[in-house]
């Protein structure tokens, strides 16, 4: 039998809007609150495995799949998945796998769509980390490529997209780009970055985000530490995490104080109020 700190790999088949799919997920089973990690445009659910080598996690039930359209999972038409598709699809593997209430950690496109998951259904949400999602236009400054770098073809617009972030210069760009074109379907990068532009313009997300009646963290690279709404974030109680020697990815940049600050709001999300009565 697997020892707690090993992750076992399953398989679920889903039909979500008319498409299907078959998910390519991680889980330990375990007691307490679950944490579901959801990641960001051109990772894996792979981002998170370290998630067994943190103590303060020991024991805990931990979720997390390659989103439709990226990693091994499966997908008829990637041309159909974009942030509402992918939140559908959220809710879907939530439901197979019997989650009703969990800690939510999101990164990038992931953070996007555990917001709206969380918008959408508070009541499942015990605790929203959200690493450096689309909460306001200026967060799209990879998706909205999509609009300023257009292409014909989605596989040649991968192809630049990718050498753009290479070469941008960012910390740990040129890692993260190096392996685009094997985590990222072609077909599904222009409904994607086109929906993550329309929310981030026009879906109020700011104001859902602060509208989250749960322990909420934003969490950002130090090289980020300008973002304009920051002050905002702070002064409406969501926690802020700034994550040093880190950009846009802090699980390739500073890998273990991303966990440690994962691993404090955890803890402290459990022992919320809220959390201590829906445990009685």
Not at 91 to 116: F, K, N, P, W
Not at 159 to 170: H, I, K, L, N, P
Request: aromatic share 8%; net charge negative.
């Amino acid at each position: 039998m697997p020892s707690p700190d090993q992750l076992r790999p399953f398989r679920l088949p889903l039909r979500v809007d008319g498409v299907d799919l078959d998910m390519a997920g991680m889980h330990r089973p375990g007691s307490g609150m679950p944490l579901v990690f959801l990641h960001g445009f051109g990772s894996t659910k792979e981002d998170y495995a370290d998630v067994v080598r943190q103590p303060q996690l020991a024991e805990r039930p931990v979720l997390a799949y390659d989103a439709p359209g990226c990693g091994a999972t499966a997908c008829s038409d990637p041309s159909a998945v974009s942030i509402p598709f992918l939140v559908e699809a959220a809710a879907a593997v939530l439901d197979a796998r019997g989650i009703e209430r969990c800690q939510l950690i999101g990164h990038s496109m992931g953070g996007l769509t555990a917001l709206l998951l969380a918008d959408r259904d508070p009541a499942r949400v015990a605790g929203f980390v959200d690493i450096e999602g689309n909460v306001a236009p200026e967060d799209c400054f990879l998706s909205r490529q999509i609009v300023s770098h257009p292409h014909p073809d989605p596989e040649g617009f991968l192809a630049e997209f990718a050498e753009r972030v290479w070469t941008s210069g960012e910390s740990s760009g040129a890692l993260y780009a190096s392996s685009l074109a094997a985590k990222v379907r072609p077909e599904a990068v222009r409904p994607i970055f086109e929906s993550m532009v329309d929310l981030s313009d026009s879906g109020g997300l700011l104001q859902r985000f602060l509208a989250l009646p749960v322990p909420r963290m934003f969490m950002y690279g130090e090289e980020n530490r300008a973002l304009p709404y920051l002050p905002r974030l702070a002064a409406a109680g969501v926690e802020l995490a700034e994550i040093p020697n880190s950009g846009h990815w802090p699980m390739y940049a500073n890998a273990p104080e991303m966990w440690s600050r994962i691993a404090e709001f955890v803890r402290r999300a459990d022992a919320a109020p809220d959390a201590k009565r829906r445990a009685s």
